[in-house]
């Protein structure tokens, strides 16, 4: 017990910016405003062994978390491992990593073999952005040339090559003319390729049945290869990526199958022409091959703390292929899905997103020799009376953000909790048939959205045969083909924005049932999509007002008659990061995704007014984004930094025990037997036990995992002779006084943590909860004056958060 490293009664908080913990030996001071992780692990830990050594007699060092490994002559395998659906302890993965790197470190001066090793050891993590950024480009690129054609797939089929694309299939026709470059005869409709003719009533039902019958294909397709073989590859991926940033274990949802599945039916799910974006899955397919290399290095197989800093890099490189946004993708990771983010993992996360966009780049998926499909080019600038209806559009992106957030979860909530949760193939296939029904008629919803989106933000330009561009020409005009003065809009123009507003309509509806099935499905490019077709129905509107009405003293400025005043295609770009904004509260990282996702570089200024008002009046409706409630929505464990704790709580309020419950299971350091230590793990749950003097003094002496206690029992009846039910289990340094032939003892110490995390029950929730936050603990043991009353788990923490915001703590299902 005297080595023990104790912060009891001299627990404090002297403020509400700093923490001081002090000991007889030691004291430390923690900042709340620090944000690196990694100091305050090591700070904290390295002064708790001092102190413990200092304690100790004859100077001997005590066992900590870090020395978990070799209790026998050899260590036994899946010691210090974590089960499925809990939380991992940051401070010991810190440790542990600090005691290899400093055990390579000394035998690098060894030999020159050695020597050699430690510079892979250094250079894997390097290796390992590598390969994730090959792979995820690799995958990324594939997946974008098989949606194209697939989802031409549905209108009809190239006679030359059936693999190609229209696109594609045009491209290599030398029968094609600029004005009918959509058209050729290697591409054929399906009504034309079985009846002979494209025109009337009966090609038109046949081209519509088609349309309706490959969408229940592939969305049945979807959801069967989700449900039979890979069950993790539904959804975003977002929700349980942040969380597994955070700490969590889910076994599996990184995993070989889950990739494979999850890259074929993101094909088929956003092919089938349902409201879904390939974007946040792209995240999860990334991930998963930033797991599958990580199992290639004891590095980070054997370090779950030192994995999340990889699957942090590879969540950027998702970012980076899904928009071609590189540094959007390392802005994304550290803004919204990392827990723990050290500058090391920054440099690394940008070298795996530079390596992904450049192997997309080298695939060229798009055709167009960039990485992304919406570029654009304006040729007008912006003014600042331009300013009134951007800021609109984002008081517009808000409202539908936090609309979007309270619909959706009702409906997955419904889903969870009726006989609809149930049927998920029938779901998915139901709601496919519906939306190919609606979606067919309108030409603007009958495309894809990523084409819907690149034709919203598209400049009108003398060669574009869109509707959009149906204006009236003066006959007259004789300007450069790329500063073409405002004009008079034609019946082309009226005929779009009908159609746009009944596109509006259909989107918003139809993603709110669509989000959240068991198939791929991202919404960033939904969200994108309702906020193009609104900022370009403004942009329009703004642009015919200042034509008519130039004199208006608004317009007089800067409006003259025959300038190039308004540029439609900046509103709808302006309100596609108002509607993301809206629905994730990203700003900073989304702002940046946005200029580098249309090369828009000088339009920055209107992006962030959007944003920032998009993320303004979201968060008047509530403060959590659409991934944060669908993490509360499923129970998850995730302590967000972003959260506020300011209620009058103390430690002794959260604790467990309750009054009335039963005592705190404990283990004595030397007064139970193999039998009661087996029976205590067979008769409860807890994820470990703390370990006491006596039942009667209750005097803490340290803290052991149930995993590692089960594991160290087990192996311990296998491979010790003579352990039986009857012996005794130890945890001290030297075996007790013992009976005259007893059994031989089993000595457990090797496994015991040392210097577990303790406050005293007055120390204020307010503290706890930051301790929590900024050293990713699992649970810390409550004393008075060295006395153990109780134990605080992160779930318990996020119950009393949750009851404390009115909401139900039963939610929280995890720790």
Same mark, same amino acid.
């Not at 390295?46 to 100790?56: I, K, Q």
């Not at 779009?496 to 309509?505: E, F, K, N, T």
């Not at 929730?765 to 605080?792: A, H």
């Given at each position: 017990?005297?080595?023990?490293?104790?912060?009891?009664?001299?627990?404090?908080?002297?403020?509400?910016?700093?923490?001081?913990?002090?000991?007889?030996?030691?004291?430390?001071?923690?900042?709340?405003?620090?944000?690196?992780?990694?100091?305050?692990?090591?700070?904290?830990?390295?002064?708790?062994?001092?102190?413990?050594?200092?304690?100790?007699?004859?100077?001997?060092?005590?066992?900590?978390?870090?020395?978990?490994?070799?209790?026998?002559?050899?260590?036994?395998?899946?010691?210090?491992?974590?089960?499925?659906?809990?939380?991992?302890?940051?401070?010991?993965?810190?440790?542990?990593?600090?005691?290899?790197?400093?055990?390579?470190?000394?035998?690098?001066?060894?030999? @020159?073999?050695?020597?050699?090793?430690?510079?892979?050891?250094?250079?894997?993590?390097?290796?390992?952005?590598?390969?994730?950024?090959?792979?995820?480009?690799?995958?990324?690129?594939?997946?974008?040339?098989?949606?194209?054609?697939?989802?031409?797939?549905?209108?009809?089929?190239?006679?030359?090559?059936?693999?190609?694309?229209?696109?594609?299939?045009?491209?290599?026709?030398?029968?094609?003319?600029?004005?009918?470059?959509?058209?050729?005869?290697?591409?054929?409709?399906?009504?034309?390729?079985?009846?002979?003719?494209?025109?009337?009533?009966?090609?038109?039902?046949?081209?519509?049945?088609?349309?309706?019958?490959?969408?229940?294909?592939?969305?049945?397709?979807?959801?069967?290869?989700?449900?039979?073989?890979?069950?993790?590859?539904?959804?975003?991926?977002?929700?349980?990526?942040?969380?597994?940033?955070?700490?969590?274990?889910?076994?599996?949802?990184?995993?070989?199958? /889950?990739?494979?599945?999850?890259?074929?039916?993101?094909?088929?799910?956003?092919?089938? %022409?349902?409201?879904?974006?390939?974007?946040?899955?792209?995240?999860?397919?990334?991930?998963?091959?930033g797991n599958l290399f990580c199992s290639l290095f004891s590095k980070y197989s054997k370090n779950e703390g030192k994995r999340?800093?990889?699957?942090?890099?590879?969540?950027?490189?998702?970012?980076?292929?899904?928009?071609?946004?590189?540094?959007?993708?390392?802005?994304?990771?550290?803004?919204?899905?990392?827990?723990?983010?050290? =500058?090391?993992?920054?440099?690394?996360?940008?070298?795996?997103?530079?390596?992904?966009?450049?192997?997309?780049?080298?695939?060229?998926?798009?055709?167009?020799?960039?990485?992304?499909?919406?570029?654009?080019?304006?040729? /007008?600038?912006?003014?600042?009376?331009?300013?009134?209806?951007?800021?609109?559009?984002?008081?517009?992106?808000?409202?539908?953000?936090?609309?979007?957030?309270?619909?959706?979860?009702?409906?997955?909530?419904?889903?969870?909790?009726?006989?609809?949760?149930?049927?998920?193939?029938?779901?998915?296939?139901?709601?496919?048939?519906?939306?190919?029904?609606?979606?067919?008629?309108?030409?603007?919803?009958?495309?894809?959205?990523?084409?819907?989106?690149?034709?919203?933000?598209?400049?009108?330009?003398?060669?574009?045969?869109?509707?959009?561009?149906?204006?009236?020409?003066?006959?007259?005009?004789?300007?450069?083909?790329?500063?073409?003065?405002?004009?008079?809009?034609?019946?082309?123009?009226?005929?779009? =924005?009908?159609?746009?507003?009944?596109?509006?309509?259909?989107?918003?509806?139809?993603?709110?049932?669509?989000?959240? @099935?068991?198939?791929?499905?991202? *919404?960033?490019?939904?969200? @994108?999509?309702? %906020?193009?077709?609104?900022?370009?129905?403004?942009?329009?509107?703004?642009?015919?007002?200042?034509?008519?009405?130039?004199?208006?003293?608004?317009?007089?400025?800067?409006?003259?008659?025959?300038?190039?005043?308004?540029?439609? %295609?900046?509103?709808?770009?302006?309100?596609?990061?108002?509607?993301?904004?809206?629905?994730?509260?990203?700003?900073?990282?989304?702002?940046?995704?946005?200029?580098?996702?249309?090369?828009?570089?000088?339009?920055?200024?209107?992006?962030?007014?959007?944003?920032?008002?998009?993320?303004?009046?979201?968060?008047?409706?509530?403060?959590?984004?659409?991934?944060?409630?669908?993490?509360?929505?499923?129970?998850?464990?995730?302590?967000?930094?972003?959260?506020?704790?300011?209620?009058?709580?103390?430690?002794?309020?959260?604790?467990?025990?309750?009054?009335?419950?039963?005592?705190?299971?404990?283990?004595?350091?030397?007064?139970?037997?193999?039998?009661?230590?087996?029976?205590?793990?067979?008769?409860?749950?807890?994820?470990?036990?703390?370990?006491?003097?006596?039942?009667?003094?209750?005097?803490?002496?340290?803290?052991?995992?149930?995993?590692?206690?089960? =594991?160290?029992?087990?192996?311990?009846?296998?491979?010790?002779?003579?352990?039986?039910?009857?012996?005794?289990?130890?945890?001290?340094?030297?075996?007790?006084?013992?009976?005259?032939?007893?059994?031989?003892?089993?000595?457990?110490?090797?496994? *015991?943590?040392?210097?577990?995390?303790?406050?005293?029950?007055?120390?204020? @929730?307010?503290?706890?909860?930051?301790?929590?936050?900024?050293?990713?603990?699992?649970?810390? =043991?409550?004393?008075?004056?060295?006395?153990?009353?109780?134990?605080?788990?992160?779930?318990?923490?996020?119950?009393?958060?949750?009851?404390?915001?009115?909401?139900?703590?039963?939610?929280?299902?995890?720790?």
């Amino acid at each position: 017990s005297s080595s023990l490293c104790l912060f009891s009664s001299s627990f404090y908080s002297t403020s509400s910016s700093s923490l001081c913990l002090s000991s007889s030996s030691s004291s430390l001071c923690l900042s709340s405003s620090s944000s690196s992780l990694s100091s305050l692990c090591l700070t904290f830990f390295f002064t708790c062994l001092a102190s413990a050594s200092a304690s100790t007699p004859g100077g001997e060092e005590p066992n900590g978390a870090g020395h978990l490994m070799d209790f026998l002559d050899e260590p036994f395998p899946d010691v210090g491992t974590y089960e499925d659906f809990h939380t991992i302890d940051w401070l010991r993965e810190k440790s542990r990593d600090t005691d290899r790197h400093r055990k390579i470190t000394s035998k690098s001066k060894e030999s @020159m073999w050695e020597l050699i090793k430690s510079l892979l050891d250094a250079w894997s993590g390097w290796v390992v952005m590598l390969l994730i950024g090959l792979l995820s480009g690799t995958l990324a690129g594939v997946i974008d040339l098989a949606v194209d054609w697939m989802t031409d797939l549905k209108e009809g089929v190239c006679l030359s090559a059936f693999w190609y694309s229209h696109e594609q299939c045009c491209w290599t026709s030398n029968q094609t003319t600029f004005d009918d470059r959509d058209k050729c005869p290697e591409w054929q409709k399906w009504a034309e390729l079985m009846t002979g003719t494209s025109e009337g009533a009966g090609a038109y039902l046949l081209n519509y049945l088609l349309y309706v019958l490959w969408a229940l294909l592939f969305s049945f397709l979807a959801v069967s290869l989700v449900r039979v073989f890979a069950p993790y590859a539904c959804g975003s991926g977002i929700p349980e990526i942040k969380t597994i940033l955070s700490g969590f274990i889910i076994r599996g949802y990184l995993g070989k199958w /889950t990739l494979l599945i999850k890259t074929v039916t993101l094909v088929l799910a956003v092919s089938s %022409g349902l409201s879904l974006g390939k974007e946040g899955p792209l995240v999860h397919v990334a991930c998963c091959c930033g797991n599958l290399f990580c199992s290639l290095f004891s590095k980070y197989s054997k370090n779950e703390g030192k994995r999340r800093e990889v699957l942090s890099a590879a969540a950027a490189a998702g970012v980076s292929v899904a928009f071609g946004a590189p540094i959007g993708g390392v802005l994304f990771s550290l803004e919204e899905v990392s827990y723990y983010f050290p =500058l090391k993992t920054l440099w690394r996360s940008f070298f795996a997103a530079l390596v992904a966009a450049f192997t997309l780049r080298s695939i060229n998926p798009f055709g167009n020799s960039r990485l992304v499909l919406f570029y654009v080019e304006y040729h /007008t600038p912006w003014y600042m009376a331009e300013l009134v209806p951007f800021i609109l559009l984002g008081v517009f992106g808000g409202l539908w953000g936090a609309l979007f957030i309270r619909a959706n979860i009702a409906w997955c909530r419904r889903r969870k909790t009726t006989r609809l949760g149930r049927y998920p193939v029938l779901e998915v296939v139901g709601v496919a048939g519906v939306t190919a029904l609606l979606a067919f008629p309108n030409p603007y919803t009958r495309r894809s959205t990523s084409e819907l989106i690149s034709e919203l933000f598209n400049d009108c330009g003398a060669l574009e045969s869109s509707q959009l561009c149906d204006y009236v020409n003066s006959p007259n005009m004789s300007r450069p083909l790329d500063d073409i003065p405002d004009r008079p809009a034609g019946p082309g123009v009226y005929t779009a =924005l009908w159609q746009l507003a009944l596109a509006l309509v259909f989107k918003v509806v139809v993603t709110v049932f669509t989000f959240g @099935m068991k198939i791929p499905s991202g *919404l960033f490019i939904p969200s @994108m999509a309702v %906020g193009a077709i609104a900022g370009r129905m403004v942009g329009i509107a703004v642009e015919q007002t200042a034509y008519h009405h130039h004199d208006w003293i608004i317009f007089r400025n800067w409006c003259r008659p025959g300038a190039d005043c308004v540029t439609p %295609g900046l509103y709808a770009m302006v309100g596609a990061a108002a509607c993301l904004g809206g629905v994730t509260r990203m700003t900073v990282s989304l702002v940046v995704i946005m200029f580098e996702l249309t090369g828009g570089l000088e339009y920055i200024v209107p992006l962030m007014a959007a944003a920032v008002t998009s993320k303004w009046v979201a968060d008047a409706f509530g403060k959590e984004g659409i991934y944060e409630s669908h993490i509360q929505l499923n129970g998850y464990p995730y302590l967000d930094v972003r959260d506020e704790f300011s209620h009058r709580t103390l430690a002794a309020d959260v604790m467990r025990p309750r009054r009335s419950e039963p005592p705190l299971a404990v283990l004595t350091q030397d007064a139970d037997s193999v039998e009661e230590v087996e029976a205590l793990i067979k008769g409860t749950d807890y994820n470990g036990f703390p370990v006491v003097v006596s039942r009667e003094s209750e005097r803490l002496i340290g803290f052991v995992g149930r995993r590692d206690l089960t =594991l160290a029992v087990k192996t311990a009846r296998q491979k010790q002779e003579g352990v039986v039910s009857s012996s005794l289990v130890f945890f001290t340094e030297d075996p007790p006084p013992l009976p005259d032939d007893p059994p031989p003892p089993l000595k457990l110490r090797r496994i *015991l943590n040392l210097s577990p995390f303790t406050v005293t029950d007055h120390t204020p @929730m307010e503290t706890v909860v930051d301790i929590f936050r900024k050293l990713g603990l699992r649970q810390c =043991l409550v004393t008075r004056s060295g006395r153990l009353l109780g134990i605080i788990t992160k779930k318990d923490v996020l119950r009393h958060m949750a009851q404390m915001m009115d909401q139900d703590p039963e939610s929280i299902m995890f720790n």
